[in-house]
């Protein structure tokens, strides 16, 4: 799919993202691409290191341009891995309107600060004897 542009928003800020490079952004971002075709048959998501969705907010615009945004419902997870994805709405590949078929584009995302520490795991309580 033709990229016409890509970026994570926080604050008035824009980052630009790109499919090579996992780009450093802020837990409280939200997310636009622009294609350069009609791609009525796409969507755009949001996937943890673990491949888990990420349950958000998604908004399409198709014309000559497409516009896909996308809000996470929560804030991102600090130092953690996520993988913006545009794909097909049917299946892998994105269907443009005039019938061509693209690859998915994949954009790599790194949350900025440090990982949150794990909870200590809890202790079994011991039975007093009876």
Avoid: C, H, N
């Amino acid at each position: 799919m033709p990229l016409a542009g890509a970026e994570a928003l926080q604050a008035g800020v824009a980052t630009p993202l790109s499919p090579g490079s996992a780009a450093l952004i802020e837990p409280a971002s939200t997310f636009e691409i622009r294609v350069g075709a009609p791609a009525r048959d796409a969507r755009l998501v949001l996937f943890d290191a673990q491949d888990v969705l990420v349950p958000a907010t998604v908004e399409a615009e198709v014309g000559a341009e497409s516009r896909f945004g996308l809000v996470p419902l929560d804030p991102l997870r600090p130092g953690s891995a996520y993988w913006l994805r545009l794909e097909g709405l049917g299946g892998r590949l994105v269907r443009s309107d005039d019938g061509r078929s693209f690859e998915p584009l994949v954009l790599p995302l790194q949350i900025t600060g440090s990982p949150l520490p794990r909870a200590p795991p809890k202790k079994a309580l011991k039975k007093r004897p009876g």
